[in-house]
């Protein structure tokens, strides 16, 4: 066992889902929220020359996936090493 | 020089700097990346990911169906990017400290059961298959363009190109091969977008010009204009589309799921050296993704301004025939345009109405693309080379997993196991060539554009292998009754529905509009429903049948941190 404890090991886990929830609030927050159910709604407001929510559906979404991804593995990192359970 | 010549020197020149690098690899192999246990980085294997993943139906596909249907065409851009983040927070990391070489073995060993390792092959074969038929057809739009035959004898030179390299092989699966496909792809993607960009709207960026105001002095953004253009020809506006958002939040979600359940994306996040490097990998993938899935929506609606233009003329009154631009008569060769002069007035009309005169492949938007807009022949030849590549690399990729799950996993390991080597190398071979074929004439009479196609594939995967791989991570008291009734019905159900309304070699039960379809959904987004049953009746089954053996449970303890993650084993 990696752990020192058992209650280790589960807040360890605990923290990883909480953040992978959280991280993937925003993920379903910008994409089927911003892109698609609310689209209508955020379409009324204008976005340097694009309507809000067409730009979610086609640009904003996107960019914001790859910096969950970032901010995922900076985050991720430094709990492995809060734990020490990280790799060489 | 004329332009067919152009396009078989750059094509060729691109054919032989991946051969050249992977002899250069090959030759620094032994020492460098096998023994130190694949010290790729993780940026190449981004790139590398990148254009693994990127196939015919993101680099010629996407952007043309975009261009016609607007703010519905969403669904592939939110779809194909968002599946990334599901990868790499719930499924890349584990599976990697999980150590296995593919999914279904991955399946195989977590549910302890040889039933649901071979219910998994299944579903792999099944999910790659449909994959490559779409790219068939998007390999056949290609070379009928630039060997200016019919798309029928394009699909078939494209079916013997692809089943020499997939035979020959070798070149797959070596990752600066693919690094140097990912540069000419995003290259020849690049080039004419920006290039477009600057004639319509002033900008360099592809992304921030699909915003901008129109050059013409009009001062109306583009977007504003094409809903315009819309508006006046009988189309939905471009910006809002046709399709019901019960629909879109399907196809969206399956494709998003789908992509973290296709066996030969996750592939790729078990060879990387470390945990770590398994999540910032699909990070990489996921930029180098980006740059072109941002671009295509500004080549959509870039493409749809220049098309109605060219076709309607600047008075909106039509072009005569006898002017025709080059383009159409370029295209129409390939009879993937059509002009039938219904009012005799010897001009053409493209509209959403009664008027319209036109019948235009969707798929052929993004090779015409620079033709329309008048770019030098080198730009129309880089983009050729862009799609060949794209299109080869993911259907070579493909049939390799089909052809070894058919001669490895079924045959050798399941129904014969006392083949030899030999045979079984001759089963793989038979298994591409099956495979070819079928896919081949799916790709001469195709259910549907290449990436409607390739969208099925992914409710395939959406509907078998993601909740098995999740509540296999997840869900510790998950069994394997419960996981091998949850794939068969996933797959049965998402199988069923598309052929019910596609009828894919069989008549179609019911006509494919959305009056007939359940909640609405289309085929393309049934995968989404299929995984809710597969979900359901997984934990329905693993409540009624016995309880996960402890070993197993402590290897899923095991899988939930980093330290000690090994190399990566085969069986």
């Known amino acids: ?88 | 020089m004329d332009l067919q010549t152009l396009t078989y020197i750059v094509v060729g020149a691109t054919f032989a700097l991946y051969i050249g690098i992977a002899i250069w690899a090959r030759a620094g192999s032994t020492q460098e990346f096998y023994v130190a246990g694949g010290g790729v980085s993780p940026l190449a294997n981004g790139m590398a990911t990148a254009a693994d993943w990127m196939s015919a139906a993101s680099f010629i596909s996407m952007a043309g169906l975009i261009s016609f249907m607007g703010y519905d065409g969403s669904v592939y851009l939110m779809g194909w990017t968002g599946g990334y983040v599901l990868l790499a927070l719930c499924l890349a990391p584990y599976l990697r400290k999980f150590g296995k070489f593919t999914v279904p073995d991955f399946i195989g060993d977590r549910y302890y059961s040889q039933t649901a390792r071979t219910v998994a092959v299944i579903c792999a074969i099944l999910i790659s298959f449909t994959y490559v038929a779409g790219q068939m057809r998007g390999v056949g739009v290609v070379f009928s363009r630039f060997l200016e035959v019919d798309i029928t004898t394009g699909v078939i030179i494209g079916m013997a190109v692809v089943f020499f390299y997939a035979v020959l092989g070798g070149m797959k699966g070596i990752t600066y091969t693919q690094v140097a496909q990912y540069c000419v792809l995003i290259f020849a993607y690049m080039v004419p977008a920006v290039f477009i960009s600057i004639m319509i709207t002033g900008h360099v960026l592809p992304q921030t010009g699909l915003g901008a105001t129109l050059l013409d002095g009009s001062g109306l953004h583009l977007l504003e204009r094409l809903d315009g253009l819309s508006a006046e020809l009988g189309f939905a506006a471009y910006t809002e589309g046709t399709k019901s958002t019960a629909d879109i939040f399907a196809i969206t979600a399956a494709l998003m799921v789908g992509t973290a359940g296709l066996p030969h994306v996750i592939v790729r996040f078990f060879t990387v050296p470390r945990v770590k490097d398994a999540r910032i990998s699909a990070g990489w993938a996921l930029i180098f993704i980006s740059i072109l899935y941002t671009t295509a929506p500004a080549i959509g609606a870039f493409a749809r301004y220049n098309m109605i233009d060219t076709i309607n003329g600047p008075d909106a009154q039509g072009t005569l025939v006898a002017e025709a631009p080059t383009w159409i008569k370029n295209w129409e060769k390939t009879g993937l345009i059509k002009h039938e002069d219904k009012n005799g007035d010897g001009r053409m009309f493209y509209s959403g109405d009664e008027r319209n005169e036109m019948t235009i492949d969707r798929d052929i938007m993004v090779l015409a693309n620079p033709e329309i807009a008048q770019l030098p022949d080198w730009v129309i030849a880089l983009v050729a080379a862009g799609g060949i590549a794209a299109a080869l690399s993911t259907a070579a990729g493909l049939l390799l997993v089909i052809s070894t799950s058919i001669s490895h996993d079924l045959l050798k390991r399941n129904l014969m196991p006392n083949i030899t080597d030999k045979q079984e190398l001759l089963a793989a071979r038979g298994a591409a060539a099956v495979a070819i074929v079928i896919a081949g004439y799916l790709g001469i009479n195709p259910p549907g554009f290449v990436a409607e196609v390739v969208a099925f594939a992914f409710g395939l995967a959406a509907a078998s292998f993601f909740p098995a791989i999740i509540l296999g991570i997840f869900y510790k008291k998950m069994n394997k009754e419960g996981a091998i009734a949850g794939m068969l019905a996933g797959i049965i159900f998402t199988v069923g529905y598309i052929l019910y309304f596609k009828g894919i070699f069989i008549t179609p039960f019911a006509e494919n509009k959305p009056e007939n379809w359940l909640f609405g959904i289309s085929p393309e987004g049934i995968g989404t429903v299929g995984m809710a049953v597969n979900f359901v009746v997984a934990y329905a089954v693993s409540k009624f049948t016995k309880e996960v053996p402890q070993d197993v449970q402590d290897i899923v303890e095991q899988i939930r941190f980093p330290k000690g993650a090994g190399e990566a084993q085969s069986h």
């Open chain 1, 1 to 88: 066992m990696a752990f020192q404890s058992n209650e280790l090991a589960k807040a360890y886990w605990r923290e990883n889902v909480s953040l992978m929830l959280k991280l993937l609030a925003v993920w379903f927050a910008v994409s089927f929220a911003a892109g698609i159910l609310f689209v209508d709604q955020l379409n009324m407001v204008q976005f340097f020359g694009f309507k809000l929510g067409f730009w979610f559906a086609q640009q904003g979404s996107i960019y914001t996936f790859v910096l969950l991804i970032f901010i995922y593995v900076i985050k991720m990192n430094a709990l492995d090493r809060k734990y020490d359970v990280h790799e060489d």
